[in-house]
């Protein structure tokens, strides 16, 4: 069993959706939760950085970690097409420890 | 936020040859750097962890002495890819670590192919 789970998707959505991304971990130690977005052929970029259980907003984004059911989420309201690329979630121990990475999911939306 | 570059942005050299890539923090002091390698439609896999003044640290399966890393100031670490061979063409990506917060940033990554 792998320490992050993803599905690769690829997830298809109209412009307008809101999007539901999710991880599954099974690291009770990971305390620090990040979703990066890739464009194709460019490095990561973060988008978001929650630290333990709770909810965390920035724009049309927001990112969501249950420890209990060791569950996180992304959500993309009003998506827009320059939304389409690859998301990852990326959690990590705590103590400068190395990220952890799921497969990362392939999001399309299309006009 | 936080910027990390990379140089070159994508490199074509012959089989034999030593291939170097610079990754930077532009704006932010990082004691820690990794290097990535990834594969078209694949997830990052890890390739080793770069301390500011002390030698890499590199996960299982790394060669450590065809990937040398050097990480000789806070803001600059060099990835060199010695001996390069085709099976070492890949996109490799850098990432900092903005101390002393947790967050890591990465570079906008370098294609290497090897011809």
């Known amino acids: 069993q792998k320490e992050v789970e993803q599905d690769p998707g690829p997830l298809s959505v109209p412009e307008g959706a809101i999007v539901s991304l999710n991880c599954t971990y099974s690291?009770?130690?990971?305390?620090?939760f990040m979703w990066y977005r890739q464009y194709s052929r460019k490095g990561p970029e973060l988008l978001m950085y929650?630290?333990?259980?709770g909810n965390k907003e920035d724009g049309r984004f927001t990112a969501q970690v249950d420890k209990s059911s060791k569950y996180i989420s992304l959500f993309i309201r009003d998506s827009q097409p320059s939304d389409s690329a690859t998301y990852l979630c990326a959690m990590e121990a705590g103590g400068y420890n190395k990220l952890i990475f799921g497969a990362g999911t392939r999001l399309a939306v299309h006009p | 936020g936080a910027v990390v570059s990379q140089h070159p942005s994508r490199v074509i050299c012959k089989s034999g040859t030593s291939v170097k890539i610079e990754c930077r923090s532009l704006?932010?002091?990082?004691?820690?750097m990794f290097w990535y390698r990834q594969f078209p439609k694949k997830s990052l896999m890890l390739m080793a962890t770069s301390n500011e003044g002390s030698k890499a640290t590199y996960e299982q399966g790394v060669e450590k002495d065809k990937f040398l890393i050097n990480h000789a100031s806070l803001t600059l670490s060099t990835l060199t890819v010695t001996s390069a061979h085709p099976e070492d063409s890949s996109f490799y990506i850098c990432?900092?670590?903005?101390?002393?917060?947790?967050?890591?940033?990465f570079g906008p990554g370098t294609r290497l192919t090897v011809t």
């Open positions: 704006d932010f002091q990082a004691t820690t």
């Open positions: 990432s900092a670590r903005e101390t002393p917060v947790n967050e890591q940033y």
């Open positions: 690291n009770s130690a990971f305390q620090y």
């Open positions: 929650t630290y333990s259980s």
